[in-house]
């Protein structure tokens, strides 16, 4: 009878595993490189992992000069993919990957108004499977970013007033029992921010604010994305604004500055009329002022609680945010000994914090791939392997 414990020879085979998923596609020299294991073991764990599904050659690195050429490795299409979904309240983007991280399909569509949480829950779970109908192998695992704050990745706490009945565990069920996947649900900030990391590995530690229809807030130390114990964590939107009575999301977010512009006497339907009003405007010139001061108050409180090296903003007041940064950094200057980088980042309204939540798709999916694996001996040996064997 097998060991239930995993051998050695497991963990080899699981690093190469881990390897080959983030990095493919590569030849055996570079496994052996990248994984330090002999070329006879990383030659076996290849061998086996083929076996299970999880190996295909994918063409041949042409050398120069004299030798044999390279056959690449890939993981193949039938190993699995991915979905990440972008919920806001306004645009609503699916992007679905293999397990590589390759492009199998998006969507991005007008987010449709729903009272009732199974209603979204089918909507959503509809268009995962509209965007994955090319995809080969089991739905591994998807991960939905919305502007809330979201605790334990199931459950939703001060979602945008578009989306208050969303609050709770209750859609995060629903979208699981209907994909028969694993769902986990995240706030666009943590997607955004983890886009931004993924873009660029020299970023360590760093704080991004989501300014779209509500605001929302990420941070990460040495890359990892911070997650607090209480939905008290993040909610830095409920803190004044320096303005007024006003908070932070009262100023930034897109309804809150709507909402102060007509107050103060510009007529506006929309957020992006703002852009649109003449630059001596008296009203126009207020509400810039208040919204200078707003994000002059937001970056104080990280760079003086958190010390990150950037802090970003992202979101529909991107825009204004870049109107007034110089006006912020020196603001900033006069009060701080020292300031973090301030930079705004554009995306694509629906795709952007799909893409983050593609990422955080990928790296769950290959931790639970590498633990099946070394979990699998304890399950005995299987027979006629045709699909990726766990």
Known sequence: MSSINPTPRDHNKASVLGVLLSHAPLTRNDLIELTGLSKATVSRAVEELRSDGFVVDGGVDAVAGRGRPSTYLDVPETAGHVAG???????????????????????IVPTVEHHDVPAAGRWLVDLIAQTSASARGPLRQVVAALPAHVRDGAEVFRPADPMKTFAGRDLQRTVEKLVDAPVTFDSDANASLLQVLTDDASIHNAALFSVSSTLNFATCRD??????????????????SGIEDRTLDGLLSTAGLVKFAREHGLDIERVEDLW???????????ILKAFTTAVTTAVSIVAVTLDPESVYFVGRLRPLVDEVLP??????DQTLPAIPRITTVSQVLGLSVARGAVHACLAMTHNRLRDALLKARSQ???????APAF
Do not use: M, N, W, Y
């Open 327 to 332: 006006d912020v950094r020196k603001r900033l």
């Open 380 to 386: 005995g040996p299987r027979q006629g392997q045709a």
């Open 223 to 240: 890359q990892d994305l911070a997650r607090g114990r209480t939905p008290a964590f993040g909610d830095i939107g409920s803190l004044s």
């Open 85 to 107: 979904v972008g919920f806001g309240a306004v645009t609503t983007g699916v992007l679905v990957t293999d397990l590589r991280g390759r492009e199998i399909g998006h969507v």
């Open 276 to 286: 649109l009003a003449p630059q001596d405007h008296r009203a126009r010139a207020e």
